[in-house]
């Protein structure tokens, strides 16, 4: 396997009222190709900021974006261009992040026309979004539907077919199905892993929903305002956490059956605020095992087992 | 067995332009006291519209109860005046609503939000009402001295508490919580739940709680009730939904959620959509997404029938042994 992305020491910073907002604060990782990294983390821990910096939506504060080894940080005009065909994204809300005035057929074909695929022959383009259309499943016969004549799980086919339409490499998926119900979930989950295995597709997969995660990442990443607080391979985040803040999070999972009740951590006090954050760690106010070096130095991210990362000066 | 609801036969309907909307159809649920029940479904199933129509909030145009019976200790809710029922509606069966945010009112502290539907209920001074509202900010865990703050002072867990906070002050029998969780995070979602629970064993509160949550549902229901297209397809106790499950629905719905304790490299969907409820099939309305689907569920509904003690199933093929396995 090669690497296909890597992120170094990222950041992204808001302006508002009441100070800097640091969505994102110093968050590195890599990709290989092929390979799909789940993103998890609560409402707000900047997950999508995250997401749409890499694919060049938000200009980040700091830190670096080297996608197949070449630094694409500042890219800018053609060179941009190019790279957007590789790399897209899937968006949250299939319900805004279509056009309500344009047909299923016009949402799909325009990254095409955008970017002169198939360029001046209609019948070409037309062909290639049946083709598309066909592959994450939606009938031919809804190439002229307007997206609020269809249901959820239908728009977000749409959605894939717009992110599949330039044949991109990588794709940034920020909560995919989190709007969906379960039966409609399950039937989105499995086409995007079927996509994945045909054409050879590395994901990042944001999601807040921790049963989502583990079922289709390789490698997860567990976001806490703004940091990454632990990092390693899927299995290994639901058989042994580190972080005590993973700790809660998966002992606060419900699980559809009977008698798997855990020990449930809860946690007491109330999130820290991302603006203008005080030095210690992040989670200090919440966790179970403040010391006091917690509420002075923030910890690194560091490899405490094999593939294993965790931000945490209990370890 | 003593009922604190009983819903018999109950139809719901909204008119639309694009023709009858049949949400409930034919629903028989019971509520028994102290219980909790965990009204299970999927986007549309008429969750809400039952919920609504025990509380006689069914919005009217286009909502009409086209028949069936809601007893409340034994009266039919369908037949009191708007007065007697509003009296009920205020003390005796409170609802927590499906959307949180839009339910508290933005230029009033919460302290005084909570003090003012005290005040609803109950004959109490304003200094008498703002002190109990200290005290049931208290209970749901959230510090009496923060009375005076407004909603947007307070993240979206702290604002279910007030909540919570507010359905409880008038001590009811019977909660209607409308999917009280979702739209929280999963560790806030574990202390409001931690906090349901707790409330309703001091108080022996019965409740209904809306979700389409299998993994919620086991945390704090006693009994379950599946819901499809306006119908219970499947009612049980926890143990016969869980590890008994019959109604091809249900099992497709387990079938549908990642097992996080195990790595399945495939989830098994349930083919298609729900039936669109303004035109919904004339046989099982599970039929045109049903594996085990026969000539018989496509040309009658399959009745509730008890399967076992308490266990209900609405399936043609219960019983009869098809490729592999039982229904
Ligand atoms: N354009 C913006 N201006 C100011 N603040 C922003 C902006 N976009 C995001 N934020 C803030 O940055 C933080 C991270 O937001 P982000 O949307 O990335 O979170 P998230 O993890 O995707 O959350 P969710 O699960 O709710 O989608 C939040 O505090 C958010 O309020
Ligand atoms: N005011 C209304 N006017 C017209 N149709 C309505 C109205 N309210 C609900 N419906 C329809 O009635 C059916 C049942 O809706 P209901 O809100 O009860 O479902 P639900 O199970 O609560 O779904 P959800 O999980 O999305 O909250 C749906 O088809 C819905 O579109
Ligand atoms: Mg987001
Ligand atoms: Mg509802």
Do not use: W
Not at chain 1, 12 to 20: E, Q, S
Not at chain 2, 70 to 79: A, C, P, Q, V, W
Not at chain 2, 98 to 117: C, H, K, R, Y
Not at chain 2, 266 to 282: A, F, T, V, Y
């Amino acid at each position: 396997m090669s690497e296909l992305l890597r992120v170094e020491h990222l950041k992204k910073y808001f302006d508002t009222p009441r100070g800097l907002l640091h969505a994102v604060d110093d968050v590195s990782f890599s990709i290989e190709r092929g390979e799909t990294l789940g993103v998890v983390g609560e409402s707000g821990c900047g997950k999508s900021t995250l997401g749409r910096c890499i694919v060049h939506l938000l200009e980040p504060t700091g830190g670096k974006i080297f996608f197949k080894d070449e630094d694409i940080t500042n890219i800018r005009g053609e060179r941009l261009k190019e790279s957007r065909k590789s790399m897209q994204m899937i968006f949250q809300d299939p319900f805004s992040s279509l056009n309500p005035r344009m047909t299923v057929k016009s949402i799909i074909m325009e990254p095409m026309i955008i970017h002169k695929l198939h360029q001046g022959n209609e019948a070409a383009q037309e062909k290639a979004v049946l083709e598309i259309m066909e592959t994450v499943g939606l009938a031919k016969r809804l190439i002229d539907s307007y997206p609020h004549e269809l249901d959820g799980g239908r728009r977000q086919r749409i959605g894939i077919a717009r992110a599949l339409a330039l044949e991109p490499e990588f794709i940034v998926c920020d909560e995919p199905v989190s709007a969906l119900d379960v039966s409609i979930q399950a039937q989105i989950l499995n086409l995007m892993r079927d996509l994945q295995e045909e054409r050879n597709l590395t994901y990042i997969f944001i999601t807040h929903d921790l049963s989502v995660v583990k079922h289709i990442s390789d490698r997860i990443c567990v976001m806490y305002l703004g940091n990454i607080v632990e990092q390693c391979p899927a299995d290994k985040l639901f058989a042994s956490q580190f972080h005590p803040y993973t700790q809660a999070l998966l002992s606060a999972i419900p699980i559809a059956k009977i008698n798997a009740k855990r020990e449930r951590i809860i946690l007491k006090g109330e999130i820290t605020s991302p603006i203008d954050p005080e030095p210690g760690c992040r989670f200090a106010a919440r966790c179970l095992y403040t010391k006091p070096e917690c509420l002075e130095v923030q910890p690194d991210l560091k490899e405490v087992e094999d593939g294993h990362l965790v931000a945490c000066h209990l370890y | 067995m003593d009922n604190v609801i009983e819903i018999k036969d109950l139809s719901i309907q909204y008119a639309t332009d694009e023709g009858i909307v049949k949400a409930v159809n034919h629903l028989n649920l019971q509520l028994a006291r102290g219980e909790t029940l965990g009204l299970v479904g999927e986007t549309g199933a008429g969750k809400t519209t039952t919920a609504l129509g025990i509380m006689g909030l069914i919005p009217d145009p286009p909502g009409v109860i086209t028949g069936g019976e809601i007893l409340f200790e034994g009266t039919d809710l369908l037949k009191l005046s708007k007065q007697r029922l509003r009296a009920i509606r205020g003390n005796k069966i409170s609802m927590i609503f499906q959307d949180p945010m839009t339910s508290l009112n933005p230029v009033v502290t919460v302290g005084d939000q909570i003090a003012e539907s005290i005040r609803i209920h109950e004959k109490l001074s304003r200094a008498e009402a703002a002190l109990k509202a200290k005290d049931m900010l208290e209970l749901v865990g959230i510090p009496g001295d923060r009375y005076g703050e407004y909603p947007h002072q307070f993240s979206g867990g702290m604002k279910q508490r007030v909540i919570i906070a507010i359905a409880l002050s008038c001590n009811p029998e019977v909660i209607l919580a409308d999917e009280p969780t979702t739209a929280l995070d999963v560790t806030i979602q574990a202390q409001v739940l931690d906090l349901i629970s707790k409330l309703k064993k001091e108080k022996n509160t019965s409740m209904i709680l809306i979700t389409h949550d299998l993994g919620v549902v086991v945390e704090i229901c006693d009994k379950v009730a599946i819901m499809y297209a306006g119908e219970i397809v499947e009612y049980g106790s926890l143990e016969q939904i869980y590890d008994q499950t019959a109604h091809p629905y249900t099992k497709g719905l387990f079938g549908s959620i990642p097992d996080i304790e195990a790595k399945t490299s495939r989830l098994k969907p349930i083919p298609g959509l729900m039936p669109d409820p303004s035109n919904l099939p004339e046989g099982c309305s599970f039929e045109p997404r049903c594996e085990r689907s026969c000539q018989l569920c496509k040309e009658e509904n399959p009745p509730l029938i008890e399967i076992g003690n308490g266990h209900f199933v609405k399936c043609h093929n219960y019983g009869k042994v098809g490729e592999g396995e039982d229904v």
